[in-house]
């Protein structure tokens, strides 16, 4: 009886030349990564975590002091307004831009005459650029001569002008106003790019069933759009979160640091005051924040392609 022979096929050794030769080429291709993920990513973060345990000023190579900046922005009197009003504009601005969005991508999905140029209209504010319209605004809520303070004392909605700006109960209204007008166009632009990949068989099936338009939006609209939601959302509470610009120009933090938020703060004490030690604190105190958020939704997102 013949015995049974059997073929391999040859394989390489994981030290021979051949395979030696793969490794160092697949290191060599991925080699220019590495290097931008150590000068644009590893070197800044450690070199602002260093900074923020020294007390360095702009003239000064500065000393090692540990958590001391930690303790100090921990007592400052304010710390804890900053916190409220970062996460405020942050919080509740996402949560307007999600609604103003949504409403703008249904209105949008819709067939109508006008749809494209109605559209472009709805893109003006993203796409305007954010030092124009914080000065468009901020003229939108001047005190003398702004357009708000004219409409109400001409229609005789108010007796008196309002200050918009240098009031505590507006002015950080007013920021989140400016806010949610500058970044609703993200969120509507992305929902209806989602809302067109959803296909028209499962709306047809569900008005078969008897289903009514909120019915369709609540089971069907919304489930479809669960990780566009996400990753929309999540970007912009980043984004928010670091807004520096709008206010900085609209209320510059004021009145008495009602609109006080951290990264205008780290532009006072480092850019301002050269503080530079203090100043790296302040991000990094925030950092862990928005790190766990990231893994969290992250996490969430990959256990739903998963499932």
């Not at 958590?67 to 009003?85: G, I, S, V």
């Amino acid at each position: 009886m013949a015995a049974d022979i059997t073929l391999k096929a040859p394989t390489k050794s994981e030290h021979s030349p051949a395979r030696r030769s793969e490794s160092l080429q697949g290191y060599l291709l991925v080699s220019p990564i590495i290097v931008l993920f150590i000068c644009l990513i590893f070197y800044p973060f450690f070199s602002a975590v260093w900074l923020s345990m020294t007390d360095k000023t702009i003239g000064t190579t500065g000393n090692f002091v540990g958590l001391q900046n930690y303790r100090w922005l921990l007592r400052w009197p304010d710390f804890e307004l900053m916190l409220l009003n970062t996460w405020t504009i942050a919080i509740v601005g996402v949560a307007l831009k999600f609604v103003v969005g949504m409403i703008m991508a249904l209105l949008l999905n819709n067939a109508f005459t006008g749809r494209a140029l109605l559209r472009g209209v709805f893109m003006l504010p993203w796409a305007v650029p954010t030092f124009v319209a914080t000065l468009t605004w901020r003229w939108l809520y001047d005190y003398n001569s702004g357009v708000f303070n004219t409409i109400l004392t001409g229609t005789g909605l108010t007796s008196a002008k309002i200050s918009f700006l240098g009031h505590p109960q507006f002015a950080l209204v007013a920021v989140i106003i400016l806010v949610v007008w500058k970044g609703f166009p993200f969120f509507g632009i992305s929902y209806l790019a989602g809302m067109q990949g959803i296909p028209e068989e499962l709306y047809e099936a569900a008005r078969v069933d008897g289903a009514s338009p909120w019915q369709q939006y609540l089971y069907i609209t919304l489930p479809s759009l669960r990780h566009v939601i996400m990753i929309t959302c999540l970007l912009s509470l980043i984004w928010t979160s670091n807004t520096f610009e709008m206010v900085y120009l609209l209320t510059g933090g004021g009145p008495s640091n009602r609109t006080q938020v951290f990264t205008l703060m780290t532009y006072k004490l480092g850019i301002e005051n050269l503080r530079i030690g203090e100043a790296a604190a302040v991000p990094m105190m925030f950092f862990p924040l928005l790190a766990g958020l990231i893994v969290i939704v992250s996490r969430y997102l990959l256990e739903g392609e998963e499932s």
